[in-house]
């Protein structure tokens, strides 16, 4: 910390109160030469603001010739600012006489027996802003337990809303019984329900492109698969019920 340049810059007209304290902080942890290299999340903390108004204040104060910056590469590779301060032709003429000078509630005495080390190194933070993760939305999270993800997963989400139905545990437990039940994947249900505009499914129901459902009667009705008997056919197989590719049929 530099006692010069933590006087230059209070008095500095910086026209904003919350940019006079930025440029308070950045001479606290400026040395003698006015150079210095906080991160604008640690200027952030320290002057209770967010990371957005730090940034926008330093490159303010940088338009107004108060601070320049230059990037500078650090051993891990990582990119660092690295802030120079010219506070001499923002500050008007002040002499320090021989008053103790006090900023905010903290008293800075000159000397003493503590080392004071010329200049205030701070974790450093990459310029580059790190990439954004897409979180997962619990109502993902659950259908990827069932196996449903992807496209499907948000598909299923979007045609629920539609429906005004919640995503619940309960809900895919009844959908991967049924499923079993019908003898495909609860993926399968899934895109049934989508593609037909369904709240939920069972599996008695009229799922089957191009066919029936199985449990619904059809006699008299002309079927595809329905077996053809010979009139001839005598009272040995009357009444006799068989099923063939998955529907039922009573012989009369």
Not at 27 to 41: E, K, T, V
């Amino acid at each position: 910390m530099s006692m010069r340049l933590m006087v230059q810059a209070m008095n500095c007209k910086v026209g904003n109160p919350a940019r006079k304290l930025v440029l308070l902080k950045l001479a606290d942890n400026a040395n003698d030469d006015g150079i210095c290299f906080p991160s604008y999340q640690y200027i952030a903390d320290k002057c209770e603001m967010t990371r957005r108004s730090a940034i926008s204040h330093i490159e303010y104060l940088i338009k107004m010739g108060l601070v320049s910056k230059k990037e500078r590469k650090n051993k891990d590779g990582s990119i660092s600012n690295l802030y120079f301060l010219h506070l001499e032709q923002g500050s008007e003429n002040f002499a320090l006489g021989g008053e103790n000078i006090s900023l905010g509630s903290e008293n800075f005495a000159l000397g003493g027996s503590e080392n004071i080390s010329p200049i205030t190194s701070h974790s450093l933070e990459p310029v580059n802003e790190p990439k954004k993760t897409t979180q997962k939305s619990e109502s993902e999270m659950l259908l990827e337990r069932f196996g449903i993800t992807g496209q499907l997963a948000k598909d299923f989400i979007a045609h629920r809303k539609t429906k005004r139905g919640a995503i619940s545990e309960t809900q895919l437990s009844r959908l991967q019984k049924q499923a079993d039940k019908a003898g495909i994947s609860i993926c399968e249900v899934v895109e049934i329900c989508i593609e037909r505009n369904w709240q939920g499914f069972n599996a008695s129901w009229d799922w089957r492109d191009e066919k029936l459902r199985p449990d619904s009667p059809h006699l008299g009705q002309s079927h595809p698969n329905k077996p053809k008997f010979d009139d001839t056919q005598t009272g040995w197989s009357a009444g006799m019920n068989f099923t063939v590719d998955g529907t039922q049929w009573k012989i009369p």
